[in-house]
């Protein structure tokens, strides 16, 4: 970004951070230390390994995100080296370190959720309201085997609050929570309910939430229009209107848990349902996504150590079609409807145990099992969608058997170590497939032919060790060797015709694909070190730098498809030549680098009567990726970027001037013609106040109403006849969303 737009942005700090003073100093003149960031977090006491500490989020962080969205993944918006991938209200995909979605392994409450579609409008973060997560763990650089698995990137690690329990003799209680958000820009409005009845064996809960917006504006309008020469739509957006960027999505859950002296038992049942979700950067839009899960736990304490098992199921019922900003036709009329439903089922179960072999050496040892099944059929609609159903995975099979062993020991009383072996099996499979009419059938009938057996076996090793001389220092090293295998629709999307390829997009750029039976599991070696200086304390101040570097060979990446050999394929020469349009692509392997550093830090400015107390936090991040094969770039990783946040917080009250700075996106991926995006940055005032049981959030994002679009937001497709390859226009990169005030309102009992 240029030094004007800097100074632009950064110009009303002194006046904003000023005023926030002032309205605090009618508070009580109370001290309190600021709450931790996740620039330097702490190690939770329940953390898997402690060779390696993971990004810990501290509760002041997710309660004043949880009052901005529906959208659990961006709680963890900020953390250094993770970003957020553009999609619905309610699923944005998390990046790290340039790796997102089935790259990295996340959890919800211990359990792998895998998504079940083509655009992959369902990862596992979607499933929970932001009201209901705790806690969150990210391991960003070399993770333990413990948490790893079947993935070559972070782990995610995210929790819903633990259910509690009467006090031994205490008779039964009961508690409960009620809150409210709201957002100006899009009109977003959402709320949740918590009740809880314990005695001190039993503890029984309910979680509900509702969220829903209407499309969110840009800062100002932008060009989003149809082809050129093309008559008029029957359906016309305000200009700074970002389409098909609505939502309405609600989530529900019981959980009861019974309690021994040394154990543990517990049950959840969830629900979800989405009427709809809207994607700006997808020419489909989510009509329904109804999911249940049950999630059984059982934890119990013995003389050598703790004991842990796992197991859950969860069915999705999904189903795609135009929105209505999708459903217009430039010259009138509507579009012909397309559904597109899936059904997916995934079942897991896992047992664990940590081993106290001595006071100094803990073994933790495991075994998971995950069974997956997806069927994705489009229905006939007329025109060359007919008279037949559209198999695009059928009975499609992903099964994995993984079991793992973990050593971590204190050498000395500065240094500690940990080696860690998983080993996994991965098979998949799909049954015969068929296309709408015999347009289809000659390369139906060849894959058909094909053996789609595939069986990877995986080996994983992580290797940590932490150093800590003195009592301000400490110093981390890790290696990793991690493994994915590739995915249902990487491996078994088998139509080469334009539009069926169109409809599998993981990426959201605009752009069609089609798998490859031939595809190899990706193996990432990654290096990282971290190095963490602080006061004594830990208190005054801090600075951490974590430098990564990775190396995957078979890296899952695409080339331009070209020899088709079905009536309806888009592989051609033309495709393989085009610039400046949205092209069509083969998932294929190559080896990748991938590089970059997180730097953060803190410093405590002091107190004082009239300010209270004030901390500065800081973070900046790079990332670098390249395909060796081809020297081309990566797509959709994030260009430099930065976070300043100056927090002041007085009695009750905490509040939090954060600039957001990004570089301009120029390294992008010519395979894709990736879009390029300029520099910009960012003011998000925040501010709440905690009085007994109840908290106040209040908030402006984006104050000075500055237009830009985010690196990792996708082509927009927001409006428009999408199903076409050229009704929509090719080059414009979906807006961010303009100012936007915020207020949050809870009340526990």
């Known amino acids: 970004m240029t030094r004007r737009s800097v100074r632009r942005s950064a110009a009303p700090l002194c006046s904003v951070l ?65 970003s957020l991938q553009g999609a619905g209200g309610v699923s944005s995909l998390p990046s790290v370190h340039g790796m997102t979605d089935d790259r990295l392994r996340i959890q919800l409450d211990g359990m792998d959720l895998v998504s079940s579609c083509g655009n992959h409008m369902n990862p596992p973060l979607s499933y929970v309201d932001p009201s209901r997560v705790s806690a969150v763990r990210v391991f960003t650089g070399t993770a333990p085997v413990s948490v790893g698995g079947d993935s070559i990137g972070a782990s995610i690690l995210v929790e819903t609050a633990p259910l509690v329990f009467a006090a031994p003799g205490q008779g039964p209680i009961t508690r409960g929570e009620v809150g409210a958000w709201a957002r100006s820009n899009g009109k977003g409005l959402g709320g949740h309910a918590s009740a809880t009845y314990a005695t001190d064996q039993f503890s029984l809960r309910y979680d509900g939430s509702t969220a829903q917006s209407g499309n969110f504006h840009a800062a100002r309008a932008f060009k989003a229009a149809g082809p050129a020469g093309a008559d008029k739509p029957d359906r016309i957006l305000a200009g700074d209107e970002v389409g098909s960027s609505s939502y309405r999505a609600r989530n529900q859950s019981l959980s009861l848990a019974f309690r021994g002296d040394d154990s543990l038992l517990g049950l959840e049942v969830g629900m979800q349902d989405v009427p709809y979700q809207n994607f700006p950067n997808q020419r489909m839009d989510m009509t329904r996504n109804d999911s249940t899960h049950l999630n059984l736990r059982y934890q119990r304490s013995f003389a050598w150590g703790d004991l842990q098992a796992r197991a859950w199921h969860e069915q999705t019922r999904h189903a795609m079609d135009f929105g209505p900003d999708k459903q217009y036709l430039y010259g009138g009329g509507k579009a012909t409807g397309m559904p597109m439903d899936t059904r997916g089922s995934t079942s897991g179960a896992k047992l664990s145990g940590d081993i106290a072999l001595s006071d100094q050496s803990t073994l933790r040892a495991g075994a998971e099992a995950l069974r997956y099944r997806l069927d994705d059929w489009w229905m006939p609609s007329g025109g060359g969608m007919a008279p037949d159903i559209f198999r695009n995975i059928a009975d499609g099979r992903r099964d994995r058997f993984d079991v793992y062993g973990e050593w971590e020991t204190r050498w000395s009383p500065a240094w500690v170590g940990q080696i860690g072996l998983r080993s996994s099996q991965v098979r998949s499979n799909s049954g015969e497939v068929q296309g709408y009419n015999a347009s289809y059938g000659a390369e139906a009938a060849a894959f058909n032919a094909k053996d789609r057996s595939r069986s990877d076996h995986n080996l994983d090793l992580s290797a940590l060790a932490r150093y800590t001389p003195n009592e301000s220092s400490s110093y981390e090293f890790g290696f990793s060797r991690k493994t994915r295998s590739p995915n249902l629709y990487e491996r078994f999307a088998w139509s080469t015709g334009g539009m069926a390829m169109r409809m599998v997009n993981l990426a959201g750029d605009g752009n069609g694909y089609v798998g490859n039976l031939d595809l190899l599991p990706e193996t990432a070696h990654t290096l990282s070190a971290t190095a963490d200086w602080h006061d004594a304390s830990g208190q005054r101040w801090g600075l951490r730098l974590t430098p990564w570097i990775s190396q995957v060979h078979n890296y899952i990446d695409a080339k331009r498809c070209s020899g088709g050999s079905g009536m309806m394929s888009a592989c051609n020469a033309a495709n393989v030549a085009a610039q400046q349009k949205f092209v069509y692509l083969r998932f294929a392997n190559a080896d990748a680098r991938l590089w970059g550093f997180d730097i953060s830090g803190f410093m405590d400015l002091g107190k004082n009567d009239w300010l209270g107390a004030l901390r500065l936090d800081g973070a900046l991040s790079q990332t670098r990726g390249r395909n060796q094969d081809s020297g081309d770039g990566l797509y959709n990783t994030m260009p430099l970027n930065a976070r300043l946040a100056l927090t002041q917080r007085r009695g009750g009250w905490t509040s939090t001037a954060e600039l957001l700075l990004v570089a301009a996106k120029t390294r992008v991926s010519a395979e894709r013609n990736e879009l390029t995006t300029s520099g910009y940055g960012l003011l998000n005032l925040r501010t709440s106040y905690q009085w007994q049981n109840w908290r106040l959030d209040l908030g402006v994002d984006n104050l000075l109403d500055r237009f830009y679009a985010h690196p990792q937001g996708g082509a927009y497709l927001g409006q428009g006849a999408t199903m076409g390859a050229t009704a929509v226009p090719w080059g414009v990169r979906v807006p961010g969303r303009g100012r936007s005030v915020h207020a949050g309102l809870t009340m526990t009992f």
């Open 18 to 82: 000023a005023a926030l003073a002032l309205s605090a100093q009618a508070q009580e003149a109370a001290l309190e230390t600021l709450p931790t960031l996740p620039t330097l977090p702490t190690v939770s006491v329940h953390a898997p390994a402690t060779a390696s500490r993971p990004l810990q989020p501290g509760p002041q962080w997710l309660a004043e995100r949880r009052a901005t969205s529906a959208d659990a993944a961006g709680l963890l918006d900020g953390i250094p080296g993770f």
